[in-house]
């Protein structure tokens, strides 16, 4: 009897502990099943209106996504600057960051690299709102960049941006077994400047849409890439239109 009784005691031991085990694998694999699950959906849908605007239009980015979502968007624009001297340099008179939802981020970069043999030495990058801010950057490997976050979008910055390169002695210094006339690009070479603009604009509502505006009046004309959520499309922005007063006044009474 008692060692009936003490192997009947042992298989419950044993049907506790598989239990209890049983238990956990089930219980990791729960946890495991959320962690894999695939993210909530984000922005599914989003168009631009009018479809091809000029510069200093008003366009209307209207969309669907996941319900309550915060909507992030990037503008991502590139301008070709020619190298003059030791250096170069590129002028934005009137820079305006756009608006985030209430209590939403934004940031702004700038990004330099080389084009035609050129190799970047640094960057800086001057603001001037009611005196002049700089900032500089060394390049690593050819290129230089330097960024901003949550910057007042209630005014418009002046902004210089300016850097040297290598110089052609330098480069055939370091690379003696390249010919004359590849270290000779250098002297007509470019500088690719990269702006990357970053903000939360909306947040879609109970339904999942969503629609804000955006004020093209600051920006250059040439082609951008606009990503909302994680979708991007391509945009080519036209050179401004010539108005007439009647437009000009309404305009300037609409800002």
């Known amino acids: 009897m008692k060692n009936q009784a003490g192997i009947q005691g042992g298989f419950i031991l044993r049907y506790e502990f598989q239990r209890k085990s049983l238990f956990i694998v089930m219980l990791f694999c729960a946890a495991a099943g959320i962690l894999i699950l695939p993210a909530s959906a984000d922005v599914t849908h989003w168009e631009l209106s009018p479809a091809c605007p000029c510069v200093g239009d008003e366009i209307t980015i209207s969309g669907e996504a996941s319900n309550n979502e915060i909507i992030e968007v990037t503008i991502l624009h590139e301008e070709m600057v020619p190298v003059s001297g030791k250096g170069y340099k590129y002028q934005i008179n009137k820079l305006f960051i756009p608006k985030t939802i209430s209590g939403g981020e934004s940031s702004f970069k700038v990004n330099a690299t080389g084009e035609d043999g050129v190799k970047v030495r640094d960057i800086n990058v001057r603001v001037k709102k009611f005196r002049w801010f700089t900032r500089h950057s060394n390049a690593l490997e050819g290129e230089a960049s330097l960024s901003q976050s949550n910057i007042p979008p209630w005014m418009s910055y002046f902004v210089k941006i300016d ?50 505006n955006y004020d093209t009046d600051s920006l250059p004309a040439g082609d951008y890439i606009i990503t909302v959520g994680s979708m991007e499309q391509e945009l080519t922005l036209n050179p401004e239109k010539k108005k007439g007063p009647e437009e000009k006044e309404s305009k300037t009474k609409r800002k």
């Not at 370091?174 to 590849?182: A, D, F, G, Q």
């Not at 002297?187 to 970053?198: A, P, R």
């Open 163 to 212: 850097g040297d390169i290598v110089s052609k002695k330098e480069e055939s210094n370091k690379n003696m077994c390249k010919s004359n006339s590849n270290t000779g690009q250098a002297k007509n070479g470019q500088v690719k400047l990269t702006f990357e603009t970053c903000y939360e604009a909306a947040q879609a509502d109970e339904k999942g849409n969503f629609k804000f």
